[in-house]
């Protein structure tokens, strides 16, 4: 198995990459944004990768994505293939991508968004604290890429300040480290938790 950043020759695998995003979307029951193939191409051609492969057989993906003229970065598209799950990769490519992300973007912010509780424990061991909405970026390419999740109507409901994702970051100006370091995996699941029967609560009044 190796991890490294993409290049051209890994454009062929953004078709498969997309569908594993997309499948997983369906599982989970809970928001991913779909992407295109061409977009996932971009992102290979232009070093803003990394892909797991075992031999020539895909295994995961991550990306780079560069919000208010580089202000804030997001490792978006975390993925592991059905075949490679359950084994740390997803914490491998996690730690390459941000890696690749603080060499090519060093005075950025990485932030992240996300409903997943493994992903929410990854982001708390490199750093990252949870956030409010005010504090990610307010370049509205991002949020308009929230369109295809199932749970952009609860995002539009409320001025794009909360939805059932929660907001994490990284401030390379901040010792975020050291003050994660304490924050558990039950913390996340209470919040997670908050946030649903919060929007559900909301739905049954709206009916």
Excluded at 95 to 101: D, L, N, Y
Excluded at 107 to 116: E, H, M, P, R
Excluded at 118 to 127: E, Q, W
Excluded at 160 to 172: A, E, I, K, N, V
Aim: charged share 25%; hydrophobic share 35%; glycine share 6%.
């Amino acid at each position: 198995m190796k991890i490294v950043i993409a290049n051209k020759s890994h454009t062929i695998y953004a078709d498969i990459i997309c569908k594993t995003i997309e499948d997983a979307a369906q599982v989970r029951g809970t928001g991913i944004a779909k992407r295109k193939p061409a977009y996932i191409t971009t992102k290979i051609e232009n070093g803003n990768a990394v892909i797991a492969l075992d031999g020539e057989k895909f295994a995961g993906f991550c990306y780079i994505e560069a919000w208010g003229h580089g202000k804030f970065v997001a490792n978006s598209g975390l993925i592991v293939h059905t075949d490679y799950r359950n084994l740390g990769l997803a914490k491998q490519i996690k730690q390459v991508i941000f890696k690749h992300s603080r060499t090519k973007f060093p005075t950025a912010k990485v932030f992240s968004i996300t409903t997943g509780l493994a992903v929410m424990k990854l982001n708390s061991d490199l750093g990252y604290k949870p956030v409010t909405f005010s504090e990610l970026t307010d370049d509205q390419s991002f949020w308009n890429g929230c369109k295809t999740c199932k749970n952009f109507d609860v995002l539009t409901r409320t001025a794009q300040q909360m939805c059932l994702c929660t907001g994490m970051l990284f401030d390379p100006k901040n010792n975020n480290k050291e003050a994660s370091k304490e924050v558990k995996e039950n913390v996340f699941k209470k919040l997670k938790n908050i946030k649903q029967h919060l929007f559900l609560k909301k739905n049954k009044n709206v009916k």
